[in-house]
């Protein structure tokens, strides 16, 4: 039996066709989110990949910030659920979620059963969310699957004090225009995501296993800065950014099962 996850997101939209709820077949991302062709797109990427059609899905579960735009399912459940799910079917042990999207960031803690406890979002500012690394990517013209090798040489990171992303672009213009390295003011802006979005994985009380997902999560740079901050261990999920697909997969398999 196949099931399908979708997850269109603000930045990116993800697809998940899974077998018998329990073997991933295919799994997309694609940067582009919602309000656009990229829904489709990524679905018909996953199709193809997989040489199956969307009649031979038994279900489909759709989640995310654009999962009400989809015209092939009505199913739809939330991000939260989904990542949860998904962390807990390929991370068990965890029991911290952190979840840092294109405009929002959550942290989300699970009972032993992978069950959702409580969570914490910030979607209401840019800051401590890929959107500020987005700004900041395109400023110091780095693209972002460099940014985490600049990090990595970084000796000194710049402070980026400013807590709102439009003064924090000034900031950092103003330290290239001093000389700062972008090596250091790189770290400096996965820092000030990292202190950002340890307030949401404080409330939701962290412990341990501690894991990352998201696109954000695909930035090492980022991880590092939450370990120091957090001065916790962090498990990256495998495949990242699909992990809120992979659980709307496996809700769309345990629905189909009903
Ligand atoms: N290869 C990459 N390296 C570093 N960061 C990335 C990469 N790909 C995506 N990102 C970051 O991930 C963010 C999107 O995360 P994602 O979880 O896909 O968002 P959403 O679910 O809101 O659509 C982007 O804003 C970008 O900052
Ligand atoms: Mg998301």
């Given at each position: 039996m196949y099931t399908l996850g979708i997850d269109v997101g603000s930045a990116s939209s993800k697809c998940v066709i899974l077998k018998d709820g329990k073997e991933i077949v295919v799994g997309e991302a694609i940067q582009v989110g919602t309000g656009s062709t990229g829904p489709k797109r990524v679905l018909e990427i996953c199709l193809e990949k997989s040489g199956?059609?969307?009649?031979?899905?038994a279900e489909i579960v759709a989640t995310g910030y654009g999962r009400f735009s989809l015209d092939f399912t009505k199913s739809q459940i939330s991000e939260i659920s989904c990542h949860a799910k998904g962390i807990n079917f390929l991370?068990?042990?965890?029991?911290t979620i952190i979840d840092i999207g294109g405009q929002d960031a959550k942290a989300i803690s699970l009972d032993e059963n992978g069950r959702v406890k409580q969570f914490f979002m910030n979607?209401?500012?840019?800051?401590?969310?890929?959107r500020f690394l987005d700004v900041m990517s395109k400023v110091l013209e780095v693209k972002l699957n460099e940014m985490q090798e600049y990090d990595s040489r970084s000796k000194h990171a710049a402070s980026?004090?400013?807590?709102c992303t439009v003064f924090a672009e000034s900031e950092v213009i103003s330290q290239l225009s001093k000389g700062l390295s972008k090596e250091d003011i790189i770290a400096g802006v996965h820092q000030s995501v990292a202190s950002k979005v340890s307030g949401l994985v404080y409330r939701a009380s962290a412990i341990d296993d501690v894991v990352m997902c998201g696109g954000?999560?695909?930035?090492a740079g980022v991880v590092r800065a939450m370990e120091r901050v957090l001065q916790k261990k962090i498990t990256v999920a495998p495949t990242p950014q699909i992990t809120g697909a992979i659980g709307a997969a496996l809700f769309a398999y345990e629905q189909a099962n009903k």
């Open positions: 199956l059609q969307l009649e031979d899905m991370v068990p042990t965890a029991r979607d209401k500012c840019a800051a401590g969310t890929g980026v004090s400013s807590t954000v999560a695909k930035n």
